[in-house]
């Protein structure tokens, strides 16, 4: 991509790097951060988190680059240890009767049935799950057919780790609120890839990581709250990051009040992962440097050539062509995709198999000379 040094990214001279929907490539930014703290740990070990200190001003600072990156406030963002997490906390935090659904989708990752349908084994609430008939997409309208008076939520991942299916999240909105429902986004295979202004688009909850296209490390992931929500809501499942004074109801004794704080941070859980904070903000750093509108177009640009590549040699897709359908991700099938994949590897790529095809997923870093190699070996 113009302007972008891939000099930034040393794995680039040594792999050809095509998985950033399982794990970035690892900028030398990225590697500083790490060190960073390393050093800083080896400076001021033991801190108190109660006072200021180096370790919550990462964490604050990654709060605040995340929310830029996706149009909120600080004060609408939570910090998370995965998406697993913040899907747990809204969970824990509505209020359902006997009988109450949740909706998801049976593309969407794990974390999001998972959580659902472990809570349903506990009665009270059931989830229904919408099919996609081609195995391929789902549309609002498949949902609208599942939503009864019992609906209480409705999820979804904007776009689909397995074969890079974009949601029309827009319309997704615009049913739950039609129905008087909130909705919960996964966007963790789209933020840093695909823009997303939750304010305009009045998002009720959303949830995004850092390992993928926001370039940072593992074990951090930040919730968005709308303000009303925030509110509302009292979470039943929180740590004393959660709270704003967590040591007041200690030592009086009485505990006898939560002090919830009117932001999103009255969704956190426990002690902070600063580690995680440091190599996050590294990464959104360069995503907030380079903007997410030129990155999408970069990425529309290299999945729509390997697009084209595919078809030219008669390969079938397991991802839609449709760009407004598509993250940054292009899956194509092929037998053996798995036994191809292990051998591609060996030569130096770094892809995955998933779901019967060869999954490709580029980033600002990549570049057509990466495309000719990988048709070079699949073509
Ligand atoms: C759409 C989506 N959601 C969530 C996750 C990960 O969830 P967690 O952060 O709970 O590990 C992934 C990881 O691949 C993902 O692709």
């Given at each position: 991509m113009e302007g972008i040094s891939r000099d930034l990214f040393p794995i680039l001279d040594k792999k050809t790097h095509l998985n950033t929907c399982s794990a970035a490539a690892l900028s030398t930014r990225v590697r500083q951060a790490a060190i960073d703290f390393i050093n800083d740990w080896d400076e001021f070990a033991g801190v108190s988190w109660v006072m200021e200190n180096k370790w919550n001003d990462q964490v604050e600072a990654a709060r605040s680059n995340f929310a830029r990156i996706i149009g909120a406030k600080p004060e609408n963002i939570a910090y998370m240890f995965g998406n697993s997490t913040a899907i747990s906390s809204i969970m824990s935090s509505i209020n359902f009767f006997d009988g109450d659904e949740i909706i998801f989708n049976?593309?969407?990752?794990p974390s999001l049935p998972t959580n659902i349908m472990s809570r349903s084994d506990h009665g009270g609430i059931n989830y229904r799950v919408v099919n996609a008939k081609d195995g391929l997409t789902v549309t609002p309208d498949d949902y609208k057919e599942l939503?009864?008076?019992?609906?209480r939520m409705i999820t979804a991942c904007?776009?689909?780790?397995?074969?890079?299916f974009r949601i029309n999240t827009q319309e997704m909105i615009e049913l739950s609120h039609d129905k008087d429902l909130p909705i919960f986004l996964d966007t963790y295979q789209s933020t840093g890839t695909i823009p997303m202004d939750v304010k305009q688009n009045d998002v009720d909850f959303m949830a995004s990581g850092n390992l993928k296209y926001l370039l940072g490390g593992f074990g951090i992931s930040f919730l968005y709250v709308r303000d009303d929500w925030i509110e509302k809501l009292r979470p039943g499942s929180i740590g004393w990051m959660g709270v704003d004074n967590p040591f007041a109801d200690l030592y009086d004794k009485?505990?006898?009040?939560l002090h919830r704080p009117n932001t999103a941070t009255k969704f956190q859980y426990g002690t902070p992962y600063p580690n995680g904070a440091y190599a996050a903000n590294a990464g959104m750093k360069h995503i907030l440097e380079i903007g997410i509108d030129k990155i999408f177009d970069h990425n529309m640009r290299l999945t729509q050539e390997i697009i084209d590549r595919a078809m030219d040699l008669g390969f079938e897709l397991?991802?839609?062509?449709?760009k407004e359908k598509r993250g940054s991700i292009v899956n194509i099938k092929l037998d053996g995709s798995i036994e191809k994949v292990r051998v591609m590897q060996q030569e130096g790529f770094i892809l995955d198999a998933r779901a019967g095809g060869v999954r490709v997923s580029p980033h600002f870093y990549n570049n057509s000379d990466d495309v000719d190699r990988l048709f070079d070996y699949l073509g």
């Open positions: 049976d593309l969407d990752f939503i009864t008076d019992k609906t904007e776009v689909v780790s397995n074969t890079g009485l505990r006898t009040k397991l991802t839609p062509v449709e």
